[in-house]
């Protein structure tokens, strides 16, 4: 099945994401990741607030361009992630039990560390959304 040629994502960041998610391939494959409503979204969002991304050509910056994206396809799959992680595994043999993980708290953290990746692209526009302004507004406003 012929896929969409990703604009910013190289080969083998599914990997990447596995890797942050903390999971293996058996938990999430590729096919999973790769899921338009997962990774063509997320680059489609960063695209969004760097509309300048092809302009690029600073190493740095492309870093964070394609970290960015990595962490929005972590936080949009994080919330899905018990469903497909087994916690415990009892067989004669064997019995072990993973440590539960709060995805929702991760999910939080992916998208923090999204954000704070966009907020280090220096060489090109990075739009700021209007819900982050009125957060931001809201923060000064109450003085704290």
């Not at 899921?35 to 760097?50: G, H, P, S």
């Not at 992916?110 to 700021?128: C, D, G, K």
């Not at 923060?139 to 704290?144: A, D, Q």
Request: charged fraction near 35%.
């Amino acid at each position: 099945m012929g896929h969409l040629a990703y604009k910013i994502l190289k080969e083998g960041f599914e990997d990447s994401v596995r890797t942050r998610l903390g999971v293996k391939k058996s938990e999430l494959p590729d096919e999973d990741i790769r899921n338009r409503f997962i990774a063509d979204l997320a680059e489609t969002v960063v695209i969004k607030r760097v509309p300048d991304y092809d302009k690029i050509t600073d190493e740095k910056d492309l870093m964070f361009l394609e970290s960015a994206i990595n962490y929005y396809i972590c936080y949009l799959l994080a919330p899905t992630m018990p469903n497909k992680i087994k916690y415990k595994v009892s067989t004669i043999e064997v019995k072990w039990e993973k440590l539960k993980t709060d995805w929702e708290k991760r999910a939080e953290e992916f998208l923090a560390l999204y954000e704070e990746a966009l907020s280090q692209i220096e060489t090109v526009n990075v739009v700021i959304p209007q819900s982050d302004i009125f957060r931001i507004a809201k923060l000064i406003g109450s003085g704290e």
